[in-house]
């Protein structure tokens, strides 16, 4: 009777462990792609090239492969991006945890977060054919494409990570702190700004990094809006391209496998892997650091 | 405001002898949403002693504590009926800013809840919030809070060290310490003493007796012993009503209710 139960049991739970081994192994299956044509790429360009020289154009006749432009373009969007969606995240967040009604949260929480459920494709053409052009009437300056407007789309697009996150590690702040702070005399916004963040401070910054890794690994927008010319820059007025947006030109394009162009873009790719591993880490050993634990 | 002064000084000495009062509470009805939790509750809390609300769980004795620095309107729903005069006004009148009356009346709560951050900058916390910047104004002041709140010499070697790493007994004492630094004139307590340890209670209740002498202590407690330790009245809550409220002397050998007597007795409760 109870040998076939014993036999389902098992199958289940083999079923399940190989589930979890997909996702590992094609984990492991992309690192290793991404590994093996790296190694390639570093056998025809020097790693001190790659990390020195400030042109990229691997493309054109005259080759040179110094990712710094690429990095630089991708630095540019990123800052845009969270220098609007980390204030308005955590302000928010600050409203959303301290400020509003449970009715107000409730509705407002969500459609906040309809926010990250929109499509990168319609953000990329809302920056090129609406934001730009908004933009040009107060900077005349302005290229059709620059860093600047898929920089502030992108950070749109990047406000509900960090409000949704911080909000959610701000509401887990124990009624006791506030409590305290309050009768100690402050107002909402000292308890907001002077009890409740600092307690929640390692949520906020997961946040943040969350919110920095997918603006790194953000490739519709800045592909559509930001031009695709690398340029050594940190102005955002004028085109430049970031490291997926360049990964997305040559993949689209007919480069032929097992070319220069085609390891270019495992380069590039690899590149950003470590890059996003690295906030990863960062973001890990924050949350250690700065953890309360309350009981 | 002169004349009366002058008046309260040259009465004869027999009146002098009867304690002046904090709060005058008069007809307070509590609501949360529907229910009642307050009903007609009036009396007369005295300064500079030690007033232990008494009942058994439910009864609105914090419920009580809490209107006396409006900390209950954090609560959603809440509303409130009647008057609570301190110091010859309304704490609840339009007028009257909450933040103001909070910073006179301090609290200190049941779970002890220090702030994450340093010792030092825990019972500077209230300072700072005033805008008080100078370091050395500060460093005094946290340093007279700490030595009131008897926990100067356990503590006077790490200030810098977070809070958190302190034992239960001393966060309570420290978050008394920082409840005393905004320099309040009354302190109310909350079960001050039942999150921590024996040996550790006997010091807060010990510090109470202590406090008593420049302060005036509102305190709930759900320990008889405790209330008959430390306190110089007592009030007795009941399903929201106030039963009784006297000498905890009178209380506690002679009730005048009935209700009380079988609560202290230990007949329910």
């Known amino acids: ?295 | 405001m002169t004349p009366d002064k002058t008046k309260a000084l040259s009465a004869d000495p027999t009146h002098a002898m009867e304690k002046d009062i904090a709060f005058k509470v008069e007809d307070l009805n509590v609501y949360y949403g529907e229910k009642q939790a307050l009903k007609k509750i009036k009396v007369d809390i005295p300064t500079h002693s030690v007033t232990a609300i008494i009942g058994p769980s439910g009864c609105g004795k914090s419920t009580f504590l809490r209107c006396l620095n409006r900390m209950n309107e954090l609560l959603p729903n809440f509303r409130i009926e009647g008057e609570i005069i301190f110091d010859g006004q309304n704490i609840y009148d339009k007028n009257v800013d909450v933040i103001d009356v909070r910073q006179r009346i301090g609290m200190v709560f049941q779970k002890p809840n220090p702030f994450p951050k340093s010792i030092y900058e825990n019972v500077a916390y209230g300072l700072r919030i005033q805008g008080i910047k100078k370091r050395d104004l500060l460093d005094n002041i946290v340093e007279m809070s700490l030595k009131k709140a008897a926990i100067w010499d356990e503590v006077k070697d790490r200030l810098a060290h977070p809070a958190l790493a302190l034992s239960g007994g001393q966060q309570q004492r420290l978050c008394i310490a920082r409840a005393l630094a905004v320099e309040p004139e009354v302190l109310l307590l909350d079960e001050p003493t039942s999150a921590i340890d024996p040996i550790a209670t006997g010091r807060i209740e010990e510090l109470l007796r202590e406090l008593v002498k420049s302060y005036t202590i509102v305190m709930v407690t759900h320990n008889m012993q405790q209330a008959a330790r430390v306190s110089g009245s007592t009030a007795y809550f009941l399903l929201g009503e106030l039963i009784e409220f006297d000498e905890t002397s009178k209380i506690f050998t002679n009730p005048g209710d009935r209700r009380t007597e079988d609560y202290i007795t230990g007949r329910f409760g």
């Open chain 1, 1 to 295: 009777m109870t040998k076939p139960r014993q036999w389902i049991e098992r199958t289940i739970e083999v079923g399940l462990f190989l589930s979890a081994l997909l996702s590992v192994l094609v984990t492991l299956g992309i690192v290793g792609v991404l590994l093996f044509e790296t190694v390639g790429f570093f056998k025809t360009v020097p790693l001190l090239d790659f990390l020195t020289d400030t042109e990229w154009t691997p493309l054109f006749s005259e080759k040179h492969y110094g990712i710094l432009p690429l990095f630089s373009g991708t630095f540019l969007t990123t800052s845009i991006a969270m220098a609007v969606a980390l204030p308005v995240g955590l302000i928010s967040a600050i409203y959303l945890s301290e400020y509003a009604s449970r009715r107000v949260r409730t509705i407002l929480k969500p459609i906040l977060e309809i926010l990250a459920a929109i499509p990168t494709v319609v953000y990329g053409y809302f920056a090129l054919i609406f934001v730009t052009p908004l933009l040009q009437k107060v900077i005349p300056g302005l290229s059709g494409f620059n860093a600047l407007s898929p920089g502030i789309v992108m950070g749109i697009m990047i406000v509900p990570i960090v409000s949704s996150l911080s909000e959610d590690a701000m509401h887990a702040v124990p009624a006791g702190l506030k409590e305290g702070g309050y009768a100690l005399g402050s107002t909402r916004l000292q308890v907001a700004t002077q009890v409740v963040l600092p307690a929640a401070f390692s949520g906020v910054v997961s946040s943040f990094i969350l919110g920095i890794s997918r603006a790194v690994g953000e490739t519709m927008i800045v592909a559509i809006a930001a031009g695709l010319q690398p340029r050594l820059t940190l102005n955002p007025l004028v085109p430049i391209e970031t490291v997926t947006a360049y990964i997305v030109q040559v993949s689209m394009g007919d480069t032929p496998t097992g070319t220069i162009e085609y390891q270019t873009i495992f380069a590039a790719g690899m590149s950003l892997f470590l890059l996003t591993f690295v906030l990863n880490i960062v973001s890990y050993l924050l949350r250690k650091r700065f953890r309360e634990v309350y009981d």
